[in-house]
C-alpha cells in the first residue's frame, strides 16, 4: 500500500495501516507458538497455511473491536493471535471435509502431508 492516496485505499488496507505495529505483534506471536515439543509436524504443517498469506482479517477486526471499545491492557494480541488460530483449524478442516486440493492457490496440507497430521 505504500504511496497509494488514503483515499482510494480498500477498507481492509486502511485498516491495516492503522494497525500495523499491533498486527506486527500478533504475527510475532503466531510465528512464536507454532512450535511444538510434543508433534514434530505441527509447525510444518501450520506454518504451510499461515505463510501462505490472507488479509488477516479477523484479527484486525478483533483489534480494531478492542480499540474501539477503549480497551489498554496486554491482552488483544493474544486473543487475535488466537482468533487467527481458530480460522486456521477451520480452514484446514474443511480441506479435508471437503477433500480440497487447493487452498490460497497452493497444494491443501491433507494433500502434502495426511488428514490426520491436518487436523492435528
Known amino acids: 500500500m505504500m504511496g497509494r492516496d ?6 481492509h488496507e486502511r ?3 492503522h494497525l500495523a505495529d499491533d498486527m506486527a505483534d500478533v504475527n510475532a506471536l503466531i510465528r512464536d507458538r507454532m512450535a511444538s515439543k510434543h508433534a ?3 509447525p510444518e ?3 504451510h497455511l499461515v505463510e501462505a498469506g490472507g488479509k488477516r482479517l479477523r484479527p484486525m477486526l478483533t483489534l480494531a473491536s478492542a480499540r474501539l471499545c477503549g480497551y489498554a491492557g496486554p491482552y488483544h494480541i493474544h486473543l487475535a493471535a488466537t ?3 481458530i ?3 477451520t480452514l ?3 480441506d479435508v471435509v471437503d477433500e480440497s486440493a487447493q487452498r490460497r492457490g497452493r497444494p491443501t496440507a491433507n494433500l502434502l502431508w495426511d488428514n490426520k497430521s491436518s487436523v492435528l
Open 87 to 89: 480460522h486456521t483449524a
Open 92 to 94: 484446514l478442516h474443511d
Open 6 to 11: 488514503q483515499s482510494v485505499a480498500k477498507p
Open 83 to 85: 482468533v487467527e488460530f
Open 45 to 47: 504443517v501450520t506454518a
Open 40 to 42: 514434530p509436524r505441527i
Open 15 to 17: 485498516l491495516s495501516a
